[in-house]
């Protein structure tokens, strides 16, 4: 069971949240809250029009809602095409910080955690909008970062993998110590280096868990995707 959150209006900066669906976004969330400088008003997620889902993390739209709510959080959904190039990106994502400005927030945190070239990106994009980009787990070790999510009650599932980076069989599988120790050396423990994405269903940033059930698990556009649908609880995948 997680915390709930209130809101104090105007004694903190107001910031978004980039809300992946996944472990390290949802993380952000929680450590931000812990250390109170911003004041999280809302997530913020980009949506593919084609699928009704969470770009590359794949994750079902009505999933992502109910994390927003299990956050005590409004979320914002910024629509994009299935193809989708770079202009047509920061479009849709400029009319979005062209609302938060509109709305008071000048802050936008990332659950980025050391690409260099992913954190410079955003920093030139946002600087042009008028925001502030916000990193709180960047630098951490990753492993010692996963283990400290696993321990604090961090529930989520693998819902992308790159059969590149790491063996397809680890699509769907539960985010956990035993996930931990038996990636190969190499691979990120956080999949900071796109080895894996995945859906966030419980922790201490959610008032409540999300029960999930495990979907078909299919290979497309060279990467596999495990599907989750919201249900009864998925046992972790061996």
Request: charged fraction near 20%.
């Amino acid at each position: 069971m997680g915390v709930a959150y209130e809101s104090e209006a105007g004694a903190r900066p107001k910031a978004w949240l980039a809300w992946s669906s996944g472990k390290d976004s949802a993380w952000a969330l929680h450590v931000v809250r812990q250390h109170g400088e911003f004041d999280v008003v809302a997530l913020l997620t980009t949506v593919n029009q084609t699928y009704s889902r969470v770009a590359m993390h794949a994750v079902r739209e009505s999933l992502v809602e109910m994390q927003a709510a299990a956050a005590g959080l409004p979320l914002i959904k910024v629509p994009i095409p299935s193809a989708c190039t770079n202009e047509i990106y920061e479009q849709a994502m400029g009319a979005a910080m062209t609302r938060a400005r509109a709305e008071g927030v000048r802050h936008f945190v990332f659950g980025d955690l050391f690409l260099e070239d992913i954190r410079a990106y955003r920093e030139k994009q946002l600087s042009g909008c008028g925001m502030t980009p916000v990193f709180p787990l960047w630098g951490r070790n990753t492993r010692e970062l996963a283990d400290e999510m696993i321990a604090h009650g961090m529930s989520a599932y693998l819902t992308c993998v790159d059969p590149r980076k790491l063996d397809r069989l680890f699509a769907g599988r539960k985010f956990d110590a035993e996930l931990l120790n038996a990636l190969r050396p190499g691979v990120d423990p956080c999949g900071e280096n796109g080895e894996f994405h995945t859906f966030a269903n419980g922790g201490p940033m959610f008032k409540h868990s999300i029960p999930v059930t495990a979907g078909e698990i299919v290979e497309r556009d060279g990467f596999v995707f495990a599907d989750f649908l919201p249900g009864a609880s998925a046992a972790g995948k061996a």
